[in-house]
């Protein structure tokens, strides 16, 4: 079982920055994939960003082309902790950013089904 906390969410004007971290339970984090999803009002979930899990010291992330070279995802797993570091930031990005944990996540796949485990979300509010 993996409890999920986020926090860093908050109002920014566009083209600010926000950086949003998602602290885990447990001591099995480093073998979990970590995602952030987002939902905005009257929207479906969708996928932001992923990272695997380690492979050695080495780390995959990958993007939504939506948000590709303006997030950015990191983990630390001594502090059992995910970011996401979000810069240049649009009214379109306000949404509920949620963070969630996958056993066996297939690198590139979109697909929240793949992960397990969520955590209660943190408001993003971007104003124009």
């Known amino acids: 079982q993996v409890q999920l906390v986020e926090s860093g969410g908050g109002l920014v004007q566009a083209g600010g920055s926000l950086r949003l971290s998602c602290a885990a339970s447990g001591r099995t984090f480093s073998s979990y994939a970590m995602g952030w999803f987002r939902q905005a009002p009257g929207k479906e979930r969708e996928f932001v960003a992923a990272?695997?899990?380690?492979?050695?010291?080495?780390?995959?992330?990958y993007y939504a082309d939506s948000v590709k070279g303006r997030f950015t995802i990191s983990r630390d797993n001594a502090k059992n902790t995910v970011y996401l570091q979000m810069n240049s930031l649009k009214p379109e990005d306000t949404a509920v950013y949620t963070c969630?944990?996958?056993?066996?996540?297939?690198?590139?796949?979109?697909?929240?089904?793949?992960?397990?485990?969520w955590g209660q979300g943190t408001q993003v509010t971007v104003s124009s």
């Open positions: 990272i695997t899990r380690s492979s050695g010291r080495t780390y995959y992330a």
């Open positions: 969630a944990a996958a056993q066996r996540w297939t690198y590139a796949s979109e697909n929240r089904n793949e992960f397990d485990y």
